[in-house]
């Protein structure tokens, strides 16, 4: 069977939103899976490498994934907003993706700067039915900014993966911020050599299916 994938334009919040939805590549799919990319202001779109690894492996393990470039990156419309208006964008296309697949679970994942909006994001009450993620799965989280401190603290499971040699968010910094998180949560090292799993996408990808598989 050969991979179905869709680009889109999406409407967002303050103009067109660039997308991708790609269903797995050999079944029909039992979760519907969002991603966000890292900083805007650092390069980061949804082609990003560590994303796009996400992508295929949670694929892989039987999602639908739908990436999106925030306002400002590629073709999406509109400027950079701190972080702000992102999460906008991100709750505008999960609504979008729900909409699609309204009788599949969903769940979230970011990397980077994406990892701290899907937090934000995944931890409010998302929607009038009150439904929740199955998991947030944040990737590089960057533990080691004070902003990051207060996000992610709730009840919904979440799945942390990490490089062993993240710049941004090093082990001691990262095992803080993990232990002040209630439970269920979950820690995962990936040996690589920086923030950009180099040297460890391989396994990093394995990774992401593991948890794609898991049933909180």
Request: aromatic letters at 10%.
């Amino acid at each position: 069977m050969a991979r179905r994938i869709e680009s889109l334009l999406l409407e967002g919040p303050v103009g067109k939103l660039e997308s991708v939805l790609e269903e797995p590549e050999d079944r029909e799919p039992r979760e519907a899976f969002l991603l966000c990319h890292p900083h805007p202001q650092g390069g980061g779109t949804m082609h990003n490498e560590v994303v796009y690894r996400m992508a295929r492996g949670l694929r892989h393990a039987g999602a639908v994934v739908l990436r999106f470039n925030y306002r400002g990156v590629n073709m999406s419309e509109g400027q950079y907003d701190q972080g702000i208006g992102e999460t906008d964008d991100a709750r505008t296309a999960l609504q979008y993706l729900r909409s699609r697949y309204p009788d599949l679970p969903f769940s979230l994942g970011g990397f980077s700067f994406g990892a701290r909006i899907i937090l934000k994001l995944g931890c409010e009450k998302l929607g009038s039915d009150a439904r929740t993620p199955v998991r947030l799965l944040a990737v590089g989280m960057p533990a080691g900014q004070p902003e990051v401190a207060d996000l992610g603290d709730c009840d919904t499971p979440r799945f942390f993966i990490q490089s062993t040699n993240d710049q941004y968010g090093p082990q001691s910094a990262m095992e803080a911020y993990f232990a002040r998180l209630r439970e269920p949560k979950q820690l995962i090292w990936v040996p690589a050599a920086d923030h950009f799993f180099k040297g460890g996408l391989e396994e990093f990808e394995e990774a992401v299916f593991r948890v794609g598989t898991t049933t909180p």
